[in-house]
C-alpha cells in the first residue's frame, strides 16, 4: 500500500517529467509547413520564450535595472566566487605558481571592474577598491612572473583582506 506522500511525489514526478517532454518537444528547430512559411507551433514557441518586458508609456524612458552592473561587466559576486576559487590553488605545485599568481591577479583587475560598475557605486566598495589600487601602484604595471613572486603576499594578501570585507557584506555576493 502507498501512502500520501508517496502517491503526491509519484504525481508530482509524472507531472515533471511530461512538462519536461513538452519542453523538449517544443524546443526542437522550427516547423516549417508545406508552403515555405513557418508553423504556428513555431510562432507560440518563439512568443513563449522570449522574456517578458513592460513598455513604458509614451515619452517615458526605459529605467535601468538597478541590480544590474553596465552592459559588458561581470556581476561583483560572481568574480568574486572566481576570487574566492584561488583558495583552492597556491604555488606548492610545482610549474603551477605563475599561473596561480596570474589568476589571482587577473581575478582581482576583474572584481575591481565589476565594483566600479555595480549600481551600488564605487563608493560602497571604497575600502576594496583602494586595496587593489595599492597593489596595483606596487606591481607598476609589470605582470612578470619574477614581480608577481616577489609580490606574492601582497597579491595574496590583498586577496584575503577583500574575502573579509566581502564577508562582512554578503549582499554584495548572494
Known amino acids: 500500500m502507498i501512502d500520501t506522500r508517496a502517491r503526491h511525489a509519484l504525481g508530482a514526478s509524472t507531472l515533471v517529467v511530461a512538462l519536461a517532454s513538452l519542453l523538449l518537444a517544443c524546443s526542437g528547430s522550427p516547423d516549417t509547413t508545406s508552403g515555405g512559411g513557418t508553423s504556428p507551433s ?13 513598455e513604458p508609456a509614451a515619452g517615458e524612458p526605459a529605467a535601468a535595472d538597478a541590480t544590474e552592473p553596465a552592459p559588458g561587466v561581470e556581476k561583483v559576486r560572481d568574480v568574486f566566487a572566481r576570487l574566492q576559487a584561488t583558495y583552492n590553488d597556491g604555488c606548492t605545485t610545482p610549474g603551477n605558481c605563475e599561473y596561480f599568481l596570474g589568476r589571482v591577479l587577473d581575478e582581482l583587475n576583474g572584481l575591481d571592474a565589476a565594483m566600479k560598475a555595480d549600481p551600488q557605486g564605487p563608493a560602497h566598495f571604497k575600502e576594496p577598491l583602494a586595496r587593489i589600487a595599492e597593489l596595483r601602484a606596487e606591481l607598476g604595471g609589470d ?10 603576499q601582497l597579491l595574496t594578501g590583498t586577496r584575503d583582506r577583500i574575502n573579509a570585507w566581502m564577508q562582512g557584506h554578503p549582499e554584495d555576493y548572494r
Do not use: C, G, I, M
Request: avoid cysteine; charge should be positive.
Open 42 to 54: 513555431h510562432d507560440v514557441r518563439t512568443t513563449a520564450s522570449a522574456p517578458a518586458a513592460e
Open 143 to 152: 605582470r612578470s612572473f619574477e614581480n608577481l613572486k616577489k609580490h606574492q
